[in-house]
């Protein structure tokens, strides 16, 4: 039989092990929703989600239309990403997700970083329509950081949301089915400042009829 001081010993390893695990296995992320975000709950996620916080803005013409941000757990390894637009008919978007894993580190909020006023010298094609994949473009001088020319479609559940061209930054390029404000899907893709973008107007058309006959179907 183990002496007294052997089983203390092993006692006392069983419980920093214990406590050594449960710190490791799971840590609290503050939590809010889209709708309300000014409430400080909190939410207990395992140690391989991590924290996530997000916020994004829509703007017309320098006034916030849409703003959305919501902080938790991350459902899946969490990826950081910011990026920002600026389209036709003075529409600009920003977007940034920011990713941590410890204790409560995403209490402070997200900003959306302003674009800066300062021209880069790009030009890119621009335009912006919520009725269909065309729209007549206008030379657009690009600003700050926003150095590549995008073409942009966004779906909705029911269609077609929005299609757009302009300048953006460089993590803007290539995203495909980025879900944004409201439910709202966005394909991306970066031009040259010449181009019209046939490529992804092409796979707009074949997206959009995918997404029709899904409608018709459910």
Partial sequence: ???????????????????????????????????????????????????????????????????????GCSSNTCTPLAFSATLGNERTFGYDLQCCSSELCNQKDVFVSQKSPDPNGVK????????????GTTD?????????CVEVVATAFDGLAMYGMGCATENACNLKGQQVLSGIKIWTRCI??????????????????SLFLLKVFL
């Fill in 192 to 209: 040259d400042p010449s181009s019209g973008g046939p490529a992804l107007l092409s796979a707009t058309s074949s997206m959009l009829s």
């Fill in 1 to 71: 039989m183990a002496s007294s001081p052997t089983r203390a010993c092993v006692i006392t390893t069983c419980i920093l092990t214990t406590f050594l695990f449960s710190t490791v296995e799971s840590y609290k992320c503050t939590e809010c929703s889209p709708l309300q975000c000014t409430s400080g709950l909190q939410a207990t996620c395992e140690a391989t989600q991590g924290c996530f916080h997000y916020k994004q803005e829509f703007n017309e013409s320098g006034k916030v239309q849409q703003s959305s941000q919501e902080k």
């Fill in 140 to 148: 657009l001088p690009c600003t700050g950081r926003e150095t590549k």
């Fill in 124 to 135: 890119c094609p621009a335009c912006y329509s919520e009725e269909s994949v065309f729209c």
